[in-house]
Structures are given as structure tokens and as C-alpha cells.
């Protein structure tokens, strides 16, 4: 049973670039959340996609987009790059029907922001 | 929104002493409190788990206790070993599909041979 993939596992970019990060999600699910985590913070929720809808966002800018395809699999994409940037982007899947909510994570996607 | 406060930010103790890690959230309206563990460059892994209906759920060595009244859970690992020294995060959602966590700021325990 695969557990959440995620690509990149690391990736450098400049200041003003965008970027993609790729997620799949726990066989079986079908809700995915983005998570960033700063260096020595814990993770803070971006946006959570369910139907391949944005159902809920954390307080960041629009400058951080995501979308959900048809296979429950995710894409979240950050514009106009800034240095506070940089960090774990981390994907978590869940199934919505599941009493227990309880969140899978992928291994991350380090970003660093030059 | 939920705010987590956690602490303390680092926790070193002796192989074999006990450690705790005590958070308190500010939503009453929460009521799934997870712990996950965080290894160097790995992914969050849940450890352990309480709900609202519960005031303490232990799992071998790990256990967690949940004060709904004082808005406060905490988080105890006794007969600690080197592998238990990682970073350990507490979290507080809405139970159920749609919840998301919003998580503490983390206690790194180092456990020492």
C-alpha cells in the first residue's frame, strides 16, 4: 500500500521564480492538504482540496495556489518566490468520510528560495 | 482561530527518565489532539492520539492525558532510549474529514545514553 509521494524531494529557485510541487495520496484517500513548515516551526495548513475544490485555506497570500485532479493527486504551485519562502512543503492526505480524521504525510518537498 | 501553545521548546533528559511535553489550545470547539514525531528530515509520524471523550490514553510507553475544562493535553514517555530523541509536535483540530491541524511549535528531546 503506498503511502503519500511527494515530488520534488528538494529543489532551489530564485527570488521572483514559481514553483510546483507534486502530491499523491494514500491509496484509498481522497482529501489532500498542504502543509508548510519553516525551520525550526511546526507545520502551518496552506489549503485542503476535496472534489477537486479548495475547501478550506490557511492564512496565506494568493500567491499560493493549489488544484486536485480527478485521481485525488495535487499540485501546489507558489508565484512571485520570496526568501521567507523556503521551507518543507508537506502533503497530508486523509479520506473525508473517516470519523477519525487522522492525516498521512509525504516526506516533504524542500524548497529553497536564493 | 486555534492557536497551540507547546512546551518546553527543548527536553534533555537521561536514558530510562520520564519525559513530558505539555500543550494547551485556545478552541474549545476542538476535540481531536494528535502527537506526531518529527526525525531529522523525516515526515511527521502519529504517535498517538486522544479525543474529547477521553481523559487519558496510554500506548506501551507513550501516554497522553486531556484536560477539556483547562484547554490543556499533555504528552508522557517514560523508560526514555536514544531513538525516542526527535522533535515531537502536538496538534488540535476539528475531528473528522475536513479537519485540519493546526499544529504547537515543537519540543526537541534529546535523550542521552
Known amino acids: 500500500d503506498a503511502g503519500v509521494t511527494q515530488s520534488p524531494t528538494h529543489l532551489i529557485k530564485t527570488r521572483g521564480q514559481q514553483v510546483t510541487l507534486r502530491c499523491s495520496p494514500k491509496?484509498?484517500?481522497?482529501?489532500v492538504s498542504w502543509y508548510q513548515q519553516a525551520l525550526g516551526q511546526g507545520p502551518q495548513f496552506i489549503f485542503q482540496?476535496?472534489?477537486?475544490?479548495?475547501?478550506q485555506r490557511g492564512n496565506f497570500p494568493d500567491r499560493f495556489s493549489g488544484h486536485q485532479f480527478p485521481n485525488y493527486s495535487s499540485e501546489l504551485n507558489v508565484n512571485a518566490l520570496l526568501l521567507g519562502d523556503s521551507a518543507l512543503y508537506l502533503c497530508?492526505?486523509?479520506?473525508?468520510?473517516?470519523?477519525?480524521?487522522?492525516?498521512?504525510f509525504g516526506e516533504g518537498s524542500r524548497l529553497t528560495v536564493l | 482561530g486555534e492557536n497551540v501553545e507547546q512546551h518546553p521548546s527543548t527536553l534533555s533528559v537521561q536514558e530510562g527518565d520520564s519525559a513530558v511535553i505539555k500543550c494547551t489550545y485556545s478552541d474549545s470547539a476542538s476535540n481531536y489532539f494528535p502527537w506526531y514525531k518529527q526525525e531529522l528530515g523525516k515526515r511527521p509520524q502519529l504517535i498517538i492520539d486522544i479525543r474529547s471523550n477521553v481523559g487519558e490514553k496510554k500506548d506501551q510507553r507513550i501516554a497522553v492525558t486531556l484536560n477539556k475544562t483547562a484547554k490543556h493535553f499533555s504528552l508522557h514517555i517514560t523508560e526514555t532510549q536514544p531513538e525516542d530523541s526527535a522533535v515531537y509536535f502536538c496538534a488540535a483540530s476539528l475531528q473528522g474529514g475536513y479537519s485540519t491541524l493546526t499544529f504547537g511549535k515543537g519540543t526537541m528531546l534529546l535523550v542521552s545514553p
Open positions: 491509496s484509498g484517500h481522497d482529501t
Open positions: 482540496y476535496y472534489e477537486e475544490e479548495e475547501r
Open positions: 497530508a492526505s486523509s479520506l473525508a468520510g473517516d470519523y477519525t480524521g487522522e492525516l498521512f
